[in-house]
Every structure is written in C-alpha cells, then in structure tokens.
C-alpha cells in the first residue's frame, strides 16, 4: 500500500483526487441539491433514510447508528480513471505524514484535524448544541466548532425555511430552557421561541463556536468544522418529525443522563445570549486577492479551527495560485485543469462512482503554486478550498465595516 499511496502522490504532483462521499440521515428529507442521481438517494437502503450530506477530505467516520459501516464518511483517494482501486486519505496522511499536511499539523495533532461537507436538508434542522472540547472529552470525543458558507452555485432554492436560529434572545434566562428540556417527552417544546433566527444571505457565512445551539436553515451549506460527529439535540419536534429523548442525552455520561443542569450545562451560556451575535459570528466575505484572471475571498476565518477560500478563475484564464498550507477544495462551477489533473463540475453523479470535482492539495504543492487552467471561454471555474489551523493568511478577525 505505502508504494501504491507514494506513486499516485508523485504522478499527481503532490496533489490527489478524491472520489465523492455521500453520507445518508434517518432524519429530515433530502434537498436534493448534491448533483446526486435521482435514482441514487436510498442507494444504502430505507432504513438508512435518503443521502442528505456529501463529505470532502474527511479523515473521520461519521457517527451515524449501527449500521453504518465502519469508514462511512471517510474520504478515499481515486488511483486512475481507468481502475476502481483507492485508498483513504486517512491511510494517505499515516504514510506521507508531513510529506503531505507538513510539519506543523502532524507535531500538533498528528493527522490533518478537520474536514467539511456539504449539508442539503429540504427542511430545517433540529435545534442542537455541538459539544465543547471538556464536555465531549468526558465522552471519549472531540468538540466541534464549525463554519457555514452559502454557494450560489448549489442554491436554485432554498427549501422550506430560509433562516436559521442562533442561541437564545438575551432576555430569556437559563431556568426557561431548563423548564423546557424536563418537558421534552410531555409534548413538543417549542423551543426555538426562545431563540433568535437570521435570514441567510447567499454568498456569506457563520461561524458557530462550540456550546451555540442553533438550528440550520434549509439551505445547503459548505461545511468546514472540526474532526468530530457530536452534538445534543434540545428540539424534540421539527416539522412535524419527533426526535427521541435520547438524541439529547446521547453525548452525557451515563450518570448525567438525567441531569438537567449537567445537560443545560453543555450550553455556553454567554456566547448563546450574546446581544451582539451576529457582529461577532457573521462572517460576510473578504477578498484576499483581486485580479483580472481570478479572484480569491476568505469565506471561514477569524477562527482557531479552520478556514477555507473561495477561488474564482476567470474564462480562458490560466494563473498559478499559492498557499501556506495543504488543504482541499471541491469545484462547484466550470472545468479546466488543476496542475495535471482535470477538473469539472458534474452535473450528475453516481452513488459510488469516480468524479474530477474534489481534490487534496498537499502542502508543498500549495507552496509552490497550483496553475489552474479555465478551459472554458464563457464561464468562471469556482472551488472552495478548506485549509486546517496553520493556514497563515488567514484574517484572525472580522474587519472593521463588514
């Protein structure tokens, strides 16, 4: 395997393609917004329910029930069009190691520590609580910040409610939401009257800290976050589908099952009443470089996780792009080349086939420049491009006007 992962490194120039992840839910209907085949969104089986989530450069598996397979969400790399043979990036990062991500993430974490998806719900999400690092480590399991960015480019319609809740409004006080988590099984708790919804706005962004409840719109969101699968759902009835109590207490210590103020502890309170939520979250786009050929926007910043890019490539156009540290991308508009690989948005795609719209670039490619080539005469070539920690352009704060 080290020889196999080792030539596909070197004949892609440092850089990998990914065959596409799709992840199934057995909650909440399908968006339908994936590019998925119409034929292919029960494609592991009823009892999984419809595919709802695609995963990019994804290290981890996801937490999805017994019947998940043991790597489902994991990312594979595609060895060559003209073969089905692949190995994860997981096994990827393990060989290569800093050949790879570079020194820094393999000393401080040991393995690239993030990935992103696309989420694509028709309806709105329950309101849930992803959990801080303390709380989840009592678990066995990591804390899990995560970004939201809108793509135009996936967004001919924004489901069936194009808002999403923040927190709580600042005068609802902690016994309120305690009141409402001992009443979870007694009926629907309603309890996003408490909480604040904001409109999303296509083309920009949030950042949402660990212990920030919030419930996402019906809008498919680019995803970057951390490498965990955890939360605590406090909405027990969403359009009209019932969640048990039991994905409340799920991530609890068994003893604290019980324990409202141990469970209304997962919260951090202060950031969830925060007055002024959304001058510190909100995260519209800032340009980090602006030419003829292409441009480029930090799209997640100002945080200590992640971070991720939007890349614009103008038709015709052929640049040479740089970076300070590996990261991936998924193509979202147009076709072209990316170094020696083709690259192309699909317009349609099959549960468990190759594509040329997802890559990983390792660092020393990203250092060195990737020349992007729109081959097209009409239309832009667009990727997103998530990055870990150790990206160091990335702006550390929303600036100043935005």
């Known amino acids: 395997m080290t020889s196999l992962i080792e030539r596909t490194f070197d004949r892609g120039g440092g850089i990998f393609r990914l065959n596409p992840v799709f992840v199934p839910r057995p909650f909440g209907k399908a968006g339908r917004r994936l590019k998925l085949h119409p034929d292919d969104y029960y494609a592991l089986g009823l009892e999984r329910g419809s595919i709802k989530e695609r995963w990019f450069s994804s290290t981890i598996a996801a937490q999805n029930g017994p019947l998940a397979a043991p790597d489902e969400g994991m990312s594979y790399v595609a060895v060559g069009y003209d073969t089905e043979e692949k190995f994860s990036l997981k096994e990827a990062v393990d ?22 998806k696309f989420f694509d719900f028709l309806n709105p999400l329950f309101h849930h609580v992803h959990l801080m690092f303390e709380d989840a480590a009592r678990v066995g399991k990591l804390g899990k ?25 600042p005068d609802v006080g902690p016994e309120e939401v305690k ?8 009926g629907d708790t309603r309890i996003t009257e408490l909480s604040r919804a904001y409109r999303v706005e296509l083309g920009t962004g949030w950042y949402t800290p660990p ?6 719109a019906s809008v498919l969101t680019y995803e970057p976050q951390w490498n965990s699968d ?9 359009s009209g589908e019932i969640y048990p109590r039991e994905f409340l207490v799920a991530e609890c210590p068994p003893e604290k099952k019980d324990d ?28 980090a470089v602006s030419e003829k050929a292409y441009m ?18 103008e038709p015709g156009e052929r640049v040479t792009v740089t970076d300070g540290a590996a990261y991936g991308l998924i193509c979202v508009q147009g076709h072209g080349t990316l170094g020696s690989h083709i690259c192309e948005t699909p317009a349609l795609l099959r549960y468990g086939r190759q594509s ?13 420049g990737v020349t992007i080539v729109n081959r097209s005469p009409v239309e832009p070539l667009v990727m997103l491009k998530h990055f870990g920690p150790n990206q160091p352009d990335m702006p550390k704060t929303v600036p100043a006007g935005l």
């Open 230 to 238: 955890v939360n605590s759902v406090e909405e027990n009835v969403v």
């Open 179 to 186: 009141r409402r988590l001992r009443d979870y099984n007694r």
């Open 260 to 287: 409202i103020d141990y469970i209304f502890g997962l919260l951090d309170w202060e950031k969830n009443i925060d007055p002024h939520y959304k001058k510190h979250y909100f995260r519209p786009p800032v340009v």
């Open 356 to 368: 040329s719209d997802e890559f990983f670039v390792s660092e020393a490619a990203a250092k060195r």
């Open 211 to 216: 212990g920030v409840i919030h419930a996402p």
């Open 145 to 169: 910040p995560e970004s939201y960015f809108f793509p135009r480019q996936l967004n001919n319609y924004t489901g069936e409610f194009n808002a999403t809740y923040f927190g709580f409004d």
């Open 95 to 116: 060989t290569l190691g800093a050949g790879l991500i570079g020194e820094e993430l393999m000393r401080k974490y040991g393995g690239w520590p993030m990935y992103s």
């Open 296 to 313: 480029e926007k930090w799209i997640s910043y100002a945080n200590d996780y992640f971070g991720a890019k939007e890349l614009t490539v």
